[in-house]
Every structure is written in structure tokens, then in C-alpha cells.
């Protein structure tokens, strides 16, 4: 498990950095860095990019930019990182259900979330909401009560989540089975679509990133029954936990950076040490918290070891909801 104090850690980072100096960016030759990002800009996940590729210019490369490749469910930003020269110059920014999910519910995957990318550094950690929007009547104030509603108006039985197969996806279908209720599951390019649908009556819940939800919470259309966590979230204090509400569930998620496979070792601790100073910055920290994103970084051993766990975590859970990317 990562811990808060590798946000200590970034004290000495931003002094490697400075003491490399001038000489180091002269080395690494990096003219434009592109941090790519498999869903839609506004959301969560092109937060903590944005935040991020500001503080890494000019020191990792004169200037960083954000490339958002939708698609697949996030796979296609992978695939694109992949196959890109291991110079530094591309780095991949991903949920880890990408690889550690997504290689339980597909028999082939165009990417080998082990061989095919270099950890960096987590870059936070966060809870996942499950929110109603105005197809669902006032009256729906917890998830049971929403799964009696649904049980009772089968037509309205569905939520949204970002991708098939995310953690989200699965945090929304193991509420579902928790009622005995099949909850028809829609997946979107990002929470962001699927909050607008939500928004509009066209679905019923969003299972997503908390920080995808309460930026919508001032319409007052929205209300978010339950968090994903082991406790309340500082984020959404009022909101209690499925474990609350009698679901014995607790499920959160990290965003984390990644190179290309050949990347050197040298490379990857330049970038580490600059991702480490990045999450350090006051501002960074208190811009992730409005999107309800933990700041927190972590060695390339201990991202590697992370994605180990959780893979291993995630198998018998994807077999217990029964889904497949074929089904």
C-alpha cells in the first residue's frame, strides 16, 4: 500500500531536480513531452494530466501537453503509448483498471499491461460515487432504495460508468447483484458523457470518480447515494459508504504514469523525480482536491508491485459479476 508520507519524498525530489540543472534538461533533449490520456478532456483524469504537465515544463521538457485518445474503454491511449519511441517524450496516464481489470474480462488484449509499459509514479488516489439524477424520484435517498425503486421499475434499472470494464463499471454491477437487481449497465467515453446523460433523464445512476459527480452537484439535479471507500471521504463528508448502507464493499482506484517498456532506468527516474516534485505543489494538491483526487506518488517498484496485487485482487470479483468483453 502507498502511504501520504511519498509526498514527503518530493522535498528531495525537487532538489535532484535543481541540482541536475540546466546539464540534465541539456541531456534529455526533450523540446515537447505529451502526456496521453484515454478519456475525454474535463474530466478526472485530464485533471491530474493538466495539473501535472504544468509543473513538469520547463525542468522534464521545455513545454508538456495533453493528448486525449478516447476510445475502447481507455485501451486505445495504451495502445498508442506503447508503440511510441521510448524517449520520454510520451508518457501514459491511466486508471489502473485498464491493467488490472481488463485482463480478466478480454481473451486478447492489443497491449501486455506488464511487458509493453515502464511504471513512474502513482499520481492519486480516489473513491467512486454512485449518484441518481432526475429520472429517479425525490423520495430515493440510499442505495437500497434506489435498488427497491429500480427492482420495482425494471425500465429504469441502469446506470452509466466511463468504460466497460473499469472499476466503476464493476462497483455499479456489485451494487446491482447486492439487491438481487440487474442493473443494465451503459458505458460512456468518460464520466463527463455519461453525467450529461444523467442530467438530461436519459439514465437512471452514474457509477464514477466522486470528482466527476460533485462538480455537478450546484444543478440540483444530482444526488450521490453512496461512496465506494472504507470511510467517508473528506470530499463528500455527508455521503455514507456502501459498507454503511449494509453492502460489504469498498472499492477505490489510482491514477498512475507509465513510459514505454524500453524506457531506461535513467529516464524513469528523471521523470519520478519531476512526477514526485509535480504532486508536491501546494497548488497541484488543493486543484486535485476540488475534483475530489488525492495527491500521491510512489516509486516505479511500488507502482509495479500495486499493479501485481490488484490484478490478483480483481479475478475472483470479475468472475463473481460474470461479465466479459465478448458477453
Same mark, same amino acid.
Given at each position: 500500500?502507498?502511504?501520504?508520507?511519498?509526498?514527503?519524498?518530493?522535498?528531495?525530489?525537487?532538489?535532484?531536480?535543481?541540482?541536475?540543472?540546466?546539464?540534465?534538461?541539456?541531456?534529455?533533449?526533450?523540446?515537447?513531452?505529451?502526456?496521453?490520456?484515454?478519456?475525454?478532456?474535463?474530466?478526472? @483524469?485530464?485533471?491530474?494530466? $493538466?495539473?501535472?504537465?504544468?509543473? =513538469?515544463?520547463?525542468?522534464?521538457?521545455?513545454?508538456?501537453?495533453?493528448?486525449?485518445?478516447?476510445?475502447?474503454?481507455?485501451?486505445?491511449?495504451?495502445?498508442?503509448?506503447?508503440? $511510441?519511441?521510448?524517449?520520454?517524450?510520451?508518457?501514459?496516464?491511466?486508471?489502473?483498471?485498464?491493467?488490472?481489470?481488463?485482463?480478466? #474480462?478480454? +481473451?486478447?488484449?492489443?497491449?501486455?499491461?506488464?511487458?509493453?509499459?515502464? /511504471?513512474?509514479?502513482?499520481?492519486?488516489?480516489?473513491? &467512486?460515487?454512485?449518484?441518481?439524477?432526475?429520472?429517479?424520484?425525490?423520495?430515493?435517498? %440510499?442505495?437500497?432504495?434506489?435498488?427497491?425503486?429500480? +427492482?420495482?421499475?425494471?425500465?429504469?434499472?441502469?446506470?452509466? @460508468?466511463?468504460?466497460?470494464? %473499469?472499476?466503476?463499471? &464493476?462497483?455499479?454491477?456489485?451494487?446491482?447483484?447486492?439487491?438481487?437487481?440487474?442493473?443494465?449497465? !451503459?458505458?460512456?467515453?468518460?464520466?463527463?458523457?455519461?453525467? =450529461?446523460?444523467?442530467?438530461?433523464?436519459?439514465?437512471?445512476?452514474?457509477?464514477?470518480?466522486?470528482?466527476?459527480?460533485?462538480?455537478?452537484? @450546484?444543478?440540483?439535479?444530482?444526488? #450521490?447515494?453512496? =461512496? *465506494?471507500?472504507?470511510?467517508? *471521504?473528506?470530499?463528500?463528508?455527508?455521503?455514507?459508504?456502501?459498507?454503511?448502507?449494509?453492502?460489504?464493499?469498498?472499492?477505490?482506484?489510482?491514477?498512475?504514469?507509465?513510459?514505454? !517498456?524500453?524506457?531506461?532506468?535513467?529516464?524513469?527516474?528523471?521523470?519520478?523525480?519531476?512526477?514526485?516534485?509535480?504532486?508536491?505543489? +501546494?497548488?497541484?494538491?488543493?486543484?486535485?482536491?476540488?475534483?475530489?483526487?488525492?495527491?500521491?506518488? @510512489? %516509486?516505479? !517498484?511500488?507502482?509495479?508491485? =500495486?499493479?501485481?496485487?490488484?490484478?490478483?485482487?480483481?479475478? /475472483?470479483?470479475?468472475?463473481?459479476?460474470? &461479465?466479459?468483453?465478448?458477453?
Amino acid at each position: 500500500m502507498i502511504h501520504r508520507r511519498h509526498l514527503l519524498q518530493a522535498t528531495g525530489a525537487s532538489a535532484l531536480l535543481a541540482g541536475l540543472g540546466q546539464r540534465a534538461f541539456a541531456q534529455a533533449g526533450i523540446e515537447t513531452a505529451t502526456i496521453v490520456t484515454g478519456f475525454a478532456a474535463g474530466g478526472t @483524469s485530464d485533471t491530474i494530466c $493538466r495539473r501535472v504537465a504544468q509543473k =513538469l515544463q520547463p525542468d522534464y521538457a521545455k513545454a508538456v501537453v495533453v493528448d486525449n485518445r478516447t476510445g475502447a474503454g481507455g485501451q486505445i491511449a495504451i495502445q498508442y503509448v506503447k508503440g $511510441r519511441p521510448a524517449d520520454g517524450a510520451t508518457i501514459l496516464q491511466t486508471p489502473t483498471s485498464m491493467l488490472t481489470i481488463y485482463p480478466h #474480462i478480454y +481473451k486478447k488484449l492489443a497491449y501486455d499491461p506488464v511487458a509493453d509499459l515502464a /511504471p513512474v509514479s502513482v499520481g492519486c488516489v480516489f473513491d &467512486f460515487g454512485f449518484a441518481v439524477g432526475p429520472a429517479v424520484p425525490a423520495e430515493v435517498k %440510499s442505495v437500497k432504495d434506489f435498488l427497491a425503486w429500480a +427492482k420495482a421499475n425494471p425500465a429504469g434499472a441502469n446506470f452509466g @460508468s466511463p468504460a466497460a470494464g %473499469s472499476t466503476p463499471h &464493476f462497483v455499479g454491477a456489485l451494487i446491482g447483484k447486492s439487491g438481487g437487481v440487474d442493473l443494465k449497465h !451503459a458505458a460512456y467515453r468518460g464520466t463527463q458523457p455519461a453525467m =450529461l446523460d444523467l442530467l438530461g433523464g436519459n439514465i437512471s445512476a452514474v457509477s464514477g470518480p466522486i470528482g466527476d459527480i460533485t462538480q455537478h452537484l @450546484s444543478t440540483g439535479k444530482v444526488r #450521490i447515494l453512496s =461512496l *465506494s471507500g472504507e470511510k467517508r *471521504s473528506r470530499f463528500a463528508p455527508d455521503v455514507p459508504t456502501l459498507k454503511e448502507q449494509g453492502i460489504d464493499m469498498a472499492h477505490s482506484e489510482w491514477f498512475a504514469f507509465f513510459l514505454p !517498456a524500453k524506457a531506461s532506468p535513467e529516464l524513469v527516474a528523471r521523470l519520478n523525480a519531476g512526477m514526485k516534485a509535480a504532486l508536491a505543489h +501546494k497548488d497541484v494538491i488543493d486543484g486535485l482536491g476540488t475534483f475530489g483526487l488525492e495527491a500521491m506518488s @510512489s %516509486s516505479p !517498484a511500488e507502482l509495479a508491485e =500495486l499493479i501485481r496485487k490488484d490484478t490478483a485482487k480483481w479475478g /475472483p470479483i470479475v468472475k463473481q459479476v460474470g &461479465f466479459t468483453a465478448e458477453g
